[in-house]
């Protein structure tokens, strides 16, 4: 049977292949082509940089001069005029002579030198860790360092307020010992005064003080326990870190210089001008700042600042105490002096007074005795024998003038009333001389009365001084307090018997 050929001069296409064979082929070659595309995609981005993604719409040439226009070097423009090429931030190798910086790459495979990569890193990692222990440990140690000078800053302000402490005592001491003395005046002097109460004032201001320092003593030992226990934390955790620290190549000051931080805890030293160095990281319980050792850090921080502010708090009262003292002490001497002074000016008024009771006295019993002198010779003579002839009462002319009535002479009368009006005033002179007399010997009881309570109140300031004086000790003003009167002698020592 025959075949029909069609014409040629119809058919426009003059391949002689059948469309769907050259279809085939094409798909053959499509597919080739995407797959070797794809390979070399991946092949690529085995080995580029992390952040580099080509677009798929874009040509290679085009997309290669994309990839290498962020590598190239800025050009800034200078105030002068001029320009200045700098390299792009971020990681990489700064290429100056082509001008441009491309990034680190990163490989999504394993390279012929994985296990040296992997040397390396693991290296790395346990350098990095023995440097983290390490800059941790200095961390820790310089924190130690600070608490301990706290302590000894703490340790030296408890023995001065101790010896404060002890000077107040030793004021209680001798307000007691100066009551006590005082108590040794006369009943006469024993009268409650301006002195009596300032000792009282003294006592009760000491007993404030005391009670006040005590609350500080009490403070600053629990503030000691707790710095202690503190510091025994930072050592514990110093020694835990430095175990991962086998050769110390610098000292640990040298690690926090190079980390930029003097202190973490920010109290040793004023802080610089320049930009602070490293800070401080979070904690990671596996890694080598622990949450033990941040809060060890903050305690010793915390610490620090309240023994600051304990310190300073401290030394206040301890000066503020000292002045008061020193205040109270002063004015309790002058107004005792003041007392002194006073009694010396009554002791020379009441001398002055004793001086002219004495003339009156002497003047009194002179006048006394001519009085009786006086008395005798008005009395006349105890016998008749011894009388004088103008004084008998029977002598011849008063016996011619008795004659008459009514003519009695009253001589003897008027010898009788003056004798009782000089017995009448001899009387009340000796009732006043004994009423001097007994005035004199009050007057000399009360003069030696204020002599004994001048020189108490003289010996109390003397010995409220000379006790005061700060190489006389707690100790020595205790021995005074005692039970035995100082008016009588203490007690025999007793010895053994020789034989």
């Known amino acids: 049977m025959p075949v029909l050929i069609p014409p040629t001069e119809h058919s426009r296409d003059l391949r002689v292949g059948a469309p769907a064979w050259r279809e085939a082929a094409k798909a053959t070659t499509r597919k080739a082509h995407q797959l070797t595309d794809r390979c070399r995609q991946e092949a690529v981005t085995v080995w580029q940089p992390k952040d580099s993604v080509q677009d798929p719409s874009m040509e290679r040439h085009l997309c290669r001069a994309a990839c290498v226009l962020p590598w190239r070097f800025h050009v800034e423009m200078l105030k002068g005029g001029g320009t200045l090429e700098k390299p792009p931030p971020g990681e990489g190798v700064t290429l100056w002579k082509d001008k441009m910086k491309p990034p ?74 100066s009551v006590k003395l005082r108590g040794y005046r006369p009943k006469s002097e024993k009268l409650p005064d301006r002195a009596d109460s300032m000792l009282t004032w003294e006592k009760e201001k000491l007993k404030s003080m005391k009670r006040k320092m005590e609350k500080d003593m009490e403070k600053s030992e629990a503030l000691l326990k707790t710095l202690a226990s503190c510091r025994d934390t930072l050592v514990f955790c110093c020694k835990e870190r430095l175990q991962a620290v086998d050769l110390m190549n610098q000292p640990l000051d040298k690690v926090l210089e190079q980390a930029g931080r003097h202190s973490w805890v920010n109290l040793s030293r004023v802080p610089s001008p320049r930009t602070q160095g490293l800070k401080t990281p979070p904690p990671d319980p596996v890694g080598t700042y ?41 004015r309790v001497c002058a107004s005792i002096a003041k007392k002194t002074r006073e009694t010396s000016e009554l002791m020379e008024r009441m001398n002055m007074t004793l001086g002219l009771m004495r003339g009156t006295i002497h003047r009194c019993t002179k006048f006394n005795q001519e009085m009786y002198i006086t008395r005798d010779l008005i009395k006349g003579p105890l016998s008749k024998s011894h009388l004088e002839t103008r004084e008998k009462l029977d002598r011849p002319l008063v016996r011619v003038y008795q004659r008459h009535v009514g003519t009695q002479l009253p001589e003897a009368t008027r010898l009788a009333q003056g004798t009782d009006k000089v017995q009448h005033h001899i009387s009340h002179m000796e009732k006043n001389l004994k009423e001097l007399l007994a005035k004199r010997k009050d007057l000399t009881w009360s003069l030696n009365c204020k002599k004994i309570g001048r020189d108490v109140d003289y010996n109390v300031v003397r010995l409220r001084l000379r006790q005061q004086h700060p190489h006389v000790c707690y100790e020595q003003a205790q021995r005074l307090v005692s039970d035995w009167d100082p008016r009588t002698p203490p007690p025999p020592a007793e010895y053994p018997a020789t034989q």
């Open 104 to 177: 680190a790459w990163h490989a999504r495979l394993p390279l012929p030198m994985h296990r040296d990569a992997l040397a390396l890193q693991t290296a790395e990692v346990a350098h990095a860790h023995a440097r983290g222990a390490r800059l941790t440990a200095a961390r820790l140690c310089r924190a130690q360092h600070q608490i301990n000078g706290q302590v000894r800053l703490l340790q030296r302000q408890r023995e001065a307020t101790d010896h404060r402490l002890s000077e107040v005592r030793k004021g209680l001491l001798i307000n007691q010992q």
């Open 290 to 330: 622990t949450p033990e050792c941040a809060a060890a850090l903050y305690e010793a921080k915390r610490l620090l600042l309240e023994s600051k502010d304990t310190l300073l708090e401290m030394a206040k009262n301890e000066e503020d105490i000292q002045e008061q003292q020193q205040q109270i002490g002063d």
